[in-house]
């Protein structure tokens, strides 16, 4: 199994990175993808989820409006499309996935698996 990130790096306050999370060695439409976020001396934090399959979404109140999530199923691959970046959402963005049609159990420790993550930083 993997999940790997990519499309992190630095940006100026008010700008947009699209992140990806590209998935293999599990049945993708059975999974909710996850972000999760993790800024320094901060606890892990949901950002956004998606049911692969059933596309169902949820956005955490503080990204709710400037950010998006999208999945392309034919290539297992998981997007975060961030807009109107603050400098408060700079961390290191995860990726995730756990066995749900409806990203009902989207919590840290309900993830099943993790990607290594991928740096953001946003400057003000």
């Known amino acids: 199994v993997q999940l790997v990130e990519s499309g992190g790096g630095l940006v100026q306050a008010g700008g947009s990175l699209r992140l990806s999370c590209a998935a293999s060695?599990?049945?993708?439409?059975?999974?909710?993808i996850a972000w999760f976020r993790q800024a320094p001396g901060k606890e892990r934090e949901g950002v956004s989820c998606?049911?692969?399959?059933?596309?169902?979404?949820y956005y955490a109140d503080s990204v709710k409006g400037r950010f998006t999530i999208s999945s392309d199923n034919a290539k297992n691959t998981v997007y975060l499309q961030m807009n109107s970046l603050k400098p408060e959402d700079t961390a290191v963005y995860y990726c995730?996935?756990?066995?749900?049609?409806?990203?009902?159990?989207?919590?840290?420790?309900?993830?099943?698996?993790w990607g290594l993550g991928t740096l953001v930083t946003v400057s003000s």
């Open positions: 998606i049911g692969s399959s059933t596309g169902t979404t």
């Open positions: 060695g599990f049945t993708f439409d059975d999974y909710a």
């Open positions: 995730a996935a756990v066995e749900s049609y409806y990203c009902s159990s989207w919590f840290v420790n309900a993830m099943e698996y």
